[in-house]
């Protein structure tokens, strides 16, 4: 799999909206400029859509609120494994509490 600079993606995405209004569809001007880098189209097309709605320009999730919500999923998991960890604790720490006492 072929690894792109940040700045190899904007360079693509501007061509691509540079070369737009040339070609009769989104597609063909996605594949001209594929051709020229000579890459996928596809992966062309994901890195426009992306710039797109981080631009606002397209309804979706932008690149910034996604790592959020990865970030925060991650926090999440993290407090359900600390939340049982806690509430074994509380288990054990309970049984001994209640455990007759011999004098």
């Known amino acids: 799999m ?5 700045e190899m993606r904007e ?8 070369v737009r209004s040339e070609h009769p ?8 400029v594929a051709g020229l880098l000579g890459m996928n189209v596809e992966t062309l097309r994901l890195w426009v859509h992306r710039a797109e709605v981080d631009a606002g320009e397209r309804p979706g999730t932008t ?9 925060l999923k991650r ?7 600390a939340n049982e960890i806690l ?3 509380s288990v054990f720490f309970a ?3 209640d455990r007759p006492t011999t004098k």
């Open 2 to 6: 072929a690894r792109y600079t940040n």
């Open 11 to 18: 360079r693509a995405v501007r061509m691509v909206a540079e």
């Open 25 to 32: 569809h989104e597609t063909a001007a996605l594949r001209h």
């Open 63 to 71: 690149t910034e609120e996604a790592e959020e919500i990865k970030r």
């Open 75 to 81: 926090e999440v998991a993290e407090l359900r494994r």
């Open 87 to 89: 509430k074994s604790a």
């Open 95 to 97: 049984k001994e509490l």
